[in-house]
């Protein structure tokens, strides 16, 4: 139980910091969210000066253009740079944190050459297409079909839910290359593709969420044709394939996030002093109370990087408990937000309240709440598989 | 950072899970538990002799063991240990549920070590002396725990030879006679936890005695309130070992229970119970290691909060996963529900924690990893 940072660690925390005290008063100002294509650039150009100053891929091998970090040197670089504020990965999300691992994990040398380094860099940007309409917590039901024609596969389908695709050069999309028989089971059968989102036959339909903004679309694909070469893994063996990519996602995925509730209540605590709201000790309470879930957040998060750092393996279903509790404080703490906010809360111009709307789809995205609770129950409690 | 237990930390807490599994099985429990008669806690044949008496070869097991003197220095007969270890130990006995006032004995085993504070006090200096053996067995009073009317509930004062008592800002030892004098019984919710009810007023020091606060050497006014904390700690342990072990339990009774021809564990209703159970075991458990590494107020404050939570949640939905056997005195659920009730009202309420984590909004601290 040691929760104390070796010098190089600090070392490495007093570079970074002093790097970002001199870079980012010189970024350009935030875009509008509802404009994706400068979105896209202020995202890119971001990563572009993370990679340039050496802190991008921070957390990958090596072999895969990496810097081949400690879990702990990956967790101070994201602590920092959500307290200086820095920009959030953004559009290169998916790359970062889902598909690049995965070609790393199981693409060739050619295909890490391929695709790894200009996600690096800024230059290229993932979606994922993995949701169907319907195959969204089932994702092995997915319908997509991928028929082997010499050496491409012709396929045709539909996705949804697939955030950023507008802006997307490439999309890390699950297909099936078999079909389901009654003796093969549906987890077989899908295959993992590489798809250039510029292909032709793909078409992206923007979808507008409840907080008024474009953040996922449609996208359908009418006999698109995609060589053979892009697939990663072998064929057929998608499902495994794509797993690695999930453990990831409810890694360390939100670190970020963690960071930012303890700033967001802080700020919460003074507008309450200055409101005057802050006078009442149930909200006074309510606030010390995700005091303590905000910090439990990060203690459950030093203590998963640990445990996997131990046991060197990616971040496993412990994940799911992170994220259970996660979704569930950081919607509380918007909603504590809209206590402090009293009337204002109905402003979506304040601060905070556009927040809120967002944070209702934790409790759905990346596996629901209740899809964690069957892994928890099923996979760490070990009880019989339910219905 | 490697916030994982350590080799020797796994070998500690494996080896405090055998000796309460050997020296407190279920059987004993059971028997403190069943001895207590219709009318309530109070000590039957004299003090430490009745129902929910302290098993003193117990507690001398417990003393040889290292339990109350974890952390004092080889030098003066200790382990030579940390909070951590101290917190893996107490997490131990709270998943037992094994009785007696833990934590009061373990910080009076410190008081005694460094001399200094109960020096002043010779009487009662003696009889915390024995402390770090598990010779003597000390309870506490916490006059931060008044109720309405200023009156205190002290734990097991029947079986104490002392009693912590902390004021304001110092604490002493006062023999448990004194006390006692002044105590009536009450009837406690939880049967193996007897109370006594002590009416307000009462100081850290009998009068002409000088108390911790007061002396020069040693302990300064600030010593109540780092008794206060690490009792509170200890307590959150025991809150976080309670938590793991409901969860044990439930998951343990759904995957035999059957009915409409399947384990109940696998009906969904049942298993998201247990899943959240984990979940809230999981997060107290972090945050408890976390503040016995920090030993920072806030971390102790967000670490009472989230373990009785977990206690407290962890054992209804215990109950309720066991059905009509979960609301018989026979199976240990009420057990847990009713010390994790006990335990909550101890040190540092909800209440007070959440204000104090509500202040320290207030002034941010630069937080290293
Ligand atoms: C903001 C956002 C961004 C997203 N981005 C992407 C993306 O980029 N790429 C991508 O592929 N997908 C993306 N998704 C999709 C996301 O992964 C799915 O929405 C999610 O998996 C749930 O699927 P669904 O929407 O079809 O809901 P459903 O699966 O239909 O679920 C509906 C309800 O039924 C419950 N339910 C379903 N099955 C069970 C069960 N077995 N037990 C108990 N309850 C059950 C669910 O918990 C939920 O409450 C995104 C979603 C959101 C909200």
């Known amino acids: ?387 | 950072m490697d916030f994982s237990l350590t080799e020797d930390q796994r070998a500690l807490r494996a080896g405090m899970r055998e000796l309460m599994e050997r020296r407190f099985p279920r059987a004993r429990l059971r028997a403190v538990v069943d001895a207590e008669g219709g009318g309530g806690a109070a000590a039957g044949e004299g003090a430490g002799t009745g129902a929910g008496a302290v098993d003193r070869g117990l507690w001398r097991e417990l003393g040889a063991a290292g339990f109350f003197a974890l952390r004092l220095p080889e030098a003066a007969g200790g382990v030579g240990l940390g909070l951590p270890e101290a917190v893996l130990a107490f997490e131990e006995a709270g998943r037992a549920l094994l009785p007696g006032p833990l934590a009061a004995t373990h910080l009076a085993a410190g008081l005694a070590a460094t001399g200094a504070p109960v020096a002043g006090v010779p009487v009662a200096g003696a009889a915390v002396a024995g402390a770090a053996e598990g010779e003597a067995v000390v309870t506490a009073l916490d006059t931060a725990g008044a109720g309405h009317g200023g009156a205190v509930l002290v734990e097991h004062l029947a079986s104490a030879d002392a009693v912590l008592v902390l004021g304001d800002g110092d604490a002493g030892i006062r023999t448990a006679k004194e006390i006692g004098s002044s105590a009536e019984a009450v009837r406690s919710v939880d049967p193996a936890t007897p109370l006594h009810r002590v009416p307000g007023g009462v100081a850290p020091a009998a009068a002409g005695e000088r108390s911790s606060g007061e002396q020069g050497a040693g302990a300064g006014r600030g010593t109540a309130a780092r008794l206060r904390r690490e009792a509170a700690l200890l307590t959150a342990a025991q809150q976080l070992g309670s938590a793991v072990r409901t969860v044990e339990t439930a998951v343990a009774h759904a995957r035999e229970r059957v009915q409409f021809g399947r384990a109940i564990g696998a009906f969904q209703a049942v298993q998201h119970l247990c899943a959240s159970m984990l979940v809230r075991a999981e997060t107290a458990r972090s945050v408890v290691y976390a503040a016995a590494v920090t030993e920072d107020p806030g971390d102790i404050a967000a670490a009472v909060l989230l373990a009785d939570e977990a206690a407290v949640r962890n054992a209804r939905d215990c109950l309720q996963v066991h059905g009509g056997m979960g609301f018989t005195w026979e199976a240990d659920v009420h057990l847990h529900l009713k010390r994790a009730w006990v335990r909550a009202e101890q040190w540092q309420t909800a209440a007070a924690a959440e204000e104090e984590l509500a202040a320290g909004l207030m002034s941010t601290g630069a937080r290293c990893l």
């Not at chain 1, 944070?359 to 069957?374: E, P």
Request: proline share 6%; aromatic share 8%.
């Open chain 1, 1 to 387: 139980m040691d929760l104390s940072c070796t010098e190089d660690e600090e070392d490495f925390r007093h570079r970074l910091r002093a790097w970002l005290r001199r870079v980012l008063p010189a970024l350009p100002p935030r875009p509008d969210p509802a404009d994706w294509p400068a979105r896209r650039a202020y995202d890119c150009g971001w990563q572009r000066m993370l990679h340039d100053a050496g802190y991008a891929g921070l957390h990958w091998p090596r072999e895969a253009g990496g810097k081949g970090a400690t879990p702990t040197q990956h967790l101070i670089f994201l602590e920092e740079t959500e307290r200086a504020g820095a920009p959030y990965v953004g559009a290169n999300f998916v790359g970062l944190l889902h598909a690049g691992p995965t070609i790393a994990a199981e693409g060739t040398a050619g295909q890490r050459a391929r695709w790894l380094p200009p996600i690096l860099r800024g230059d290229e940007v993932w979606c994922q297409g993995f949701s169907e309409p319907e195959a969204g917590s089932d994702l092995a039901a997915l319908r997509t079909r991928a028929v082997r024609d010499g050496d491409d596969y012709v396929v045709s389908g539909s996705k949804i839910w697939t955030s950023h695709a507008e802006v997307a050069d490439w999309c890390e999309l699950l297909v099936r290359t078999a079909p389901v028989t009654p003796d093969t089971p549906r987890h077989r059968g899908i295959s993992w593709l590489a798809l250039p989102m510029d292909a032709p036959g793909v078409t992206v339909r923007p979808l507008r969420t409840l907080a008024g903004t474009a953040e996922f679309a449609e996208v359908f694909l009418d006999e698109v044709r995609v060589p053979v070469a892009n697939r990663v893994g072998a064929e057929n063996d998608g499902w495994r394939v794509t797993m690695v990519t999930l453990s990831f996602e409810r890694g360390t995925a939100f670190v970020g996030e963690v960071v930012a509730c303890r700033r967001v209540l802080e700020s919460l605590a003074r507008t309450a002093r200055a409101n005057g709201r802050w006078d009442d000790p149930v909200l006074r309470r309510r606030l010390g109370r995700l005091a303590a879930d905000c910090t439990a957040l990060w203690r459950l998060t030093q203590w998963n990087v640990s445990e996997a750092q131990r046991t060197g393996g990616v971040p496993g279903v412990g994940g799911s408990v992170f994220k259970l509790r996660f979704s569930q404080v950081r919607q509380e703490l918007y909603d504590a937000a809209a206590e402090v906010l009293g009337a204002d809360a109905l402003d979506a111009g304040r601060e905070w309240v556009v927040d809120r709307l967002s944070s209702l789809s934790y409790t759905i995205a990346a596996g629901t709440s209740q899809i964690q609770r069957n892994i928890v129950a099923e996979r760490i409690l070990g009880l019989p598989k339910g219905r």
